[in-house]
């Protein structure tokens, strides 16, 4: 083509020639793809022609960007609607399950009890399906991500359990930014329901030895300790100026009374 038609030549034309030893040094194409980051990017764009401010407009995309992740993280309705949105599923009989699973499943499931498999489900706003990969933990002080593969998505008497692989984190690569993971052949069980709520009152209580098993790392601990204390003296003074307040009410509802009384008596005859 550029001998053909030199003057056609365009940028792209140069970068599909780059694209054999692009594939070869990083992998398939795909992993180039920029859709996600302009997906992400059509917010901000919206946000600009919205706001008509020309100053500093990084400071209200950030501001404004930070407020919406505020507002859904406090919305109780984001994070931790407890109802699952089901894709698509099947009721299967429990001797159709391979022998591995039922072992796995053997304190969990009776052969009587009815079991559906799911395809998909979104569960906190995160779809989950077969063959995707997801973290199941961390671990070490580094907090090295252990993976597993979902191989089956079981709903039994209307508790939800994931069948999964586990998957050995062998290494980081840099170049690509990714894990390097191996099969280990590894059934493993979860209960994808079991979390806790901890609310403010918990937070205040926790020990030494709880933060530690919290947070492994001592700066993250730290850093917990201070937001904690923070909030804990911010909580006293709300309350300290609530009772004030209360206080100031009554007081000026009882002097009202005591007005109210004293004219009452002084327009009384005598």
Not at 14 to 30: A, D, K, N, Q, W
Not at 45 to 62: E, G, H, V, Y
Not at 146 to 175: H, M, P, Q, R
Not at 211 to 230: A, E, G, H, M, W
């Amino acid at each position: 083509m550029i001998e053909l038609l030199p003057d056609h030549v365009t940028p792209k034309v140069h970068f599909v020639t780059e694209y054999p030893r692009s594939i070869e040094m990083h992998g398939l194409p795909i992993l180039n793809s920029c859709i996600r980051f302009e997906s992400k990017h059509l917010y901000f764009k919206q946000l600009a022609i919205r706001a008509f401010n020309f100053k500093n407009p990084l400071l209200t995309l950030s501001k404004r960007h930070q407020l919406r992740h505020c507002m859904l993280n406090t919305s109780p309705s984001y994070f931790y609607f407890s109802s699952i949105t089901i894709r698509s599923s099947k009721s299967i009989e429990y001797f159709q399950l391979s022998l591995p699973v039922r072992r796995l499943l053997i304190d969990n499931v009776k052969e009587t009890d009815l079991i559906c498999e799911c395809k998909s489900i979104d569960y906190h706003h995160i779809n989950i399906r077969p063959k995707s990969i997801m973290i199941h933990h961390l671990i070490h002080a580094e907090e090295v991500p252990v993976f597993c593969e979902v191989y089956y998505i079981l709903n039994v008497v209307g508790k939800w359990f994931i069948i999964a692989k586990t998957l050995d984190t062998v290494s980081f690569n840099e170049k690509l930014w990714s894990y390097e993971v191996e099969y280990t052949g590894k059934l493993i069980i979860i209960d994808i329901e079991h979390y806790e709520d901890i609310d403010g009152t918990t937070v205040a209580l926790l020990q030494q030895n709880d933060l530690i098993q919290i947070f492994p790392r001592i700066k993250d601990r730290v850093k917990f300790v201070d937001q904690r204390t923070k909030l804990i003296l911010d909580f006293n003074e709300q309350q300290v100026n609530k009772d004030a307040t209360t206080v100031d009410a009554s007081d000026s509802a009882s002097r009202l009374v005591q007005r109210y009384d004293q004219s009452e008596n002084n327009d009384s005859p005598n």
